[in-house]
């Protein structure tokens, strides 16, 4: 759990990162849109691994999923003080501001990522620590 913690919180800064330095870096706009798109799909994997530690994987990444569009769908509400935080940096960066099919094929994209890195870094740590011998 503290693997996918610290993985979720690096995730978190590479994306804050992305849509914060990357326009002033001269990163196109498309990698710099989607490339955080694709990371927030990944961060929510990791968030939903973190509380549903001992699911599946394939479990994870579907609530994940459901997640992602769910907050994509979302964004078709418009009320005035919803609209009014979605347009401060906060209301951005969590609920977005404009509907795009485009997000939620990054969404899944950075789902699937999710679990690939998750495998991988969890067959890593059980190759370094080996279970003990009964």
């Known amino acids: ?11 978190m800064a590479g994306g804050l990162a992305l849509r914060l ?8 706009a498309f990698v710099v849109k989607y490339g955080g798109s ?8 990791f968030l939903v ?5 001992r699911w599946t994987r394939r479990s994870v990444a579907m609530i994940a999923a459901v997640i992602a569009v769910g907050v ?7 009320t005035p003080w919803l609209d009014s935080f979605r347009l401060t940096m906060a209301g951005a960066l969590l609920l977005g501001r404009i509907f795009s099919a485009w997000d939620i094929l990054a969404y899944g994209i950075g ?3 999710g679990a690939l890195l998750d495998n991988l870094v ?7 620590r080996p279970q003990s011998a009964s």
């Not at 969890?122 to 370094?128: H, S, T, Y």
């Open 1 to 11: 759990m503290i693997i996918r913690a610290l993985l979720c919180l690096s995730i």
């Open 21 to 28: 330095l990357g326009p002033g870096l001269g990163l196109p």
């Open 38 to 45: 694709l990371l927030w799909g990944t961060m929510v994997f």
């Open 49 to 53: 691994a973190i509380v549903t530690s």
């Open 72 to 78: 994509e769908l979302f964004r078709l509400v418009h």
């Open 111 to 113: 789902i699937a990522l």
């Open 122 to 128: 969890l067959a890593i740590v059980r190759i370094e």
